[in-house]
């Protein structure tokens, strides 16, 4: 409730020292701190983006904080995701946040949802909180939580993150638009790449989980000039700010109800048509292709067509590097009818994902070739641990 019985809240001596320096900020004062104090905010993800704003919430003070996410926290999470440790390290990321968080502030409340938000779950979670915050990574649950926000009336913090770069906004805060007057239609399924194959600085996360952090902050309060109706832009690399106006669109369909995500994002049909692609493509596992490298009894092409910064961390023995750019271009496609020259093609990349669609792309101008399930990953855990995963 963003308009609480203020008379009902009452601060601890423990608490007016902990808070002491916001409650002389004449915009925040005692009366903005008891809000802090009654206010509950969901987030929606514990990664890069819910690391630093779960921190920062509890340390201003929010009084009820609930936690939605099923993952596990993994080696790869640690540089950007700081409100995890070591000692978490394959355990789930909610439990690891509340035990950080009740470190920072034991005056706090947290509620924790270990799991997949759904249309079937997301409302009856949504409505008890004041302000949902999105965390996550991905368009069907970006879709979910907008909609489910819109259908409660509730304002929804949003920021992203992709590489050096990343976004920030208030959507449907005081008549404002929401994320569909933003993007009315999601991308296309795999046109954007995940953070995991396209990666990300680690800091960037932190930068705009602070500024989520800092929205909903002034949400709570009533004060100040919140990003509703404003898109930020902040480039890493670049260290500038850029703002696009945002307003609500007039002719966008009206949301009534929770719909399929995955089938609105396309995902369904995406994975349909990889696995026919799939099923037309040879595959091979990881041990199958280590004992053809020792055999020595067969002649082999083995095609790497991840990025060159991902070769320089790991590398499977004898691979030859043509990133899939190169075999998109056309330039690749060349360079492998070059180097093929008779021997058996092989392909690979970190999962299988982006080498299967290469070897599709090759099959086209007549090039056949085998995918390595599981890509260098596999290998890493099932033929050379030495071998560093990423």
């Known amino acids: 409730m963003l308009n609480p019985n203020l008379d009902t809240i009452q601060l601890t001596k423990e608490e007016y020292e902990r808070y002491s320096r916001h409650i002389i900020l004449p915009e925040v004062g005692l009366e903005g701190q008891k809000k802090l104090k009654a206010a509950s905010v969901l987030c929606v993800g514990t990664g890069g983006l819910g690391s630093p704003l779960l921190l920062y919430l509890a340390a201003a003070g929010i009084g009820n904080l609930g936690i939605v996410d099923f993952d596990v926290v993994d080696q790869s999470n640690l540089h950007r995701q700081i409100i995890h440790s070591q000692s978490w390290v394959g355990k789930p990321k909610i439990a690891s946040a509340k035990q950080r968080i009740l470190e920072i502030n034991p005056h706090c409340q947290v509620d924790l949802y270990e799991t997949r938000l759904s249309a079937d779950n997301a409302l009856d979670i949504f409505k008890s909180y004041d302000v949902v915050v999105d965390g996550t990574d991905n368009f069907p649950t970006r879709y979910l939580v907008n909609d489910a926000c819109v259908l409660l009336d509730k304002p929804n913090v949003y920021g992203s993150i992709f590489r050096f770069e990343g976004q920030a906004t ?140 991902e070769y320089e961390i790991a590398r499977i023995p004898g691979s030859v590097l043509i990133p899939l750019p190169d075999i998109e271009s056309g330039h690749g496609v060349d360079k492998v009818k070059h180097l093929v020259n008779g021997q058996r093609l092989i392909v690979h990349c970190k999962m299988g994902g982006r080498s299967a669609k290469a070897l599709a792309i090759l099959k086209q101008h007549g090039i056949e070739g085998t995918n390595v399930k599981g890509g260098i990953l596999a290998w890493s855990q099932e033929v050379d641990p030495s071998i560093p995963q990423y």
Do not use: W
């Not at 954007?192 to 002034?218: D, F, H, M, R, Y």
């Not at 994975?271 to 493509?281: D, K, L, T, V």
């Open 170 to 309: 208030v959507f449907n805060y005081q008549d404002g638009p929401n994320y569909r007057d933003l993007y009315p239609e999601p991308p296309p399924p795999g046109m954007v790449p995940s953070c995991a194959e396209g990666g990300v600085l680690g800091v960037l996360p932190g930068i705009i989980g602070t500024i989520q952090a800092n929205e909903t902050i002034k949400v709570i309060l009533g004060t100040g000039r919140t990003l509703s109706g404003r898109l930020l832009l902040y480039n890493a690399l670049e260290m500038t700010f850029r703002e696009l106006k945002l307003r609500p669109n007039p002719v966008r369909p009206v949301i009534d109800r929770l719909i399929d995500y995955d089938m609105f994002c396309g995902i369904p049909q995406a994975s349909q048509e990889a696995e026919e692609e799939r099923q037309a493509i040879a595959e091979m596992t990881v041990v199958e292709l280590h004992q053809i490298l020792t055999g020595g009894r067969e002649d082999i092409l083995l095609v790497d067509v991840r990025n060159p910064n």
